[in-house]
Nanobody, 125 residues
Framework: VQLQASGGGLVQPGGSLRLSCAASGFTLDYYVIGWFRQAPGKEREGVSCISSSDSRIYYAESVKGRFTISSTISRDNAENTVYLQMNSLRPEDTAVYYC???????????????WGKGTLVTVSS
């Protein structure tokens, strides 16, 4: 399984970024894929996840109304892409963002089996 994340960078407060994660090489019929983040000195937290079967979406309270998750799913799971559109960014959104995938309907890091390398998002003026 490969998860390739991209799209991080430096942005001013109030700005926007879009993260992308290309997922390939898995054969799960049902899965949850999403984004997690870890800020310096803090624990990793689930930001947003989406389920493959019913597109049920989870957002952390801190990002509701500002972040939007979406995905494109190929029929054979050959390659699926999940996006995280981040608007109205705040300095507290600064973190390394990770894409992850797991078999259980939850957006908790311990339930994720596969992880991509992180991409750094820095929100600063």
């Amino acid at each position: 399984v490969q998860l390739q994340a991209s799209g991080g960078g430096l942005v001013q407060p109030g700005g926007s970024l879009r993260l992308s994660c290309a997922a390939s090489g898995f054969t799960l019929d049902y899965y949850v894929i999403g984004w997690f983040r870890q800020a310096p000195g803090k624990e990793r937290e689930g930001v947003s996840c989406i389920s493959s079967s019913d597109s049920r979406i989870y957002y952390a309270e801190s990002v509701k109304g500002r972040f939007t998750i979406s995905s494109t799913i190929s029929r054979d799971n050959a390659e699926n892409t999940v996006y995280l559109q981040m608007n109205s960014l705040r300095p507290e959104d600064t973190a390394v963002y990770y894409c992850a995938l797991g078999p259980v309907r939850t957006c908790v890091d311990v339930a994720m089996d596969y992880w991509g390398k992180g991409t750094l998002v820095t929100v600063s003026s």
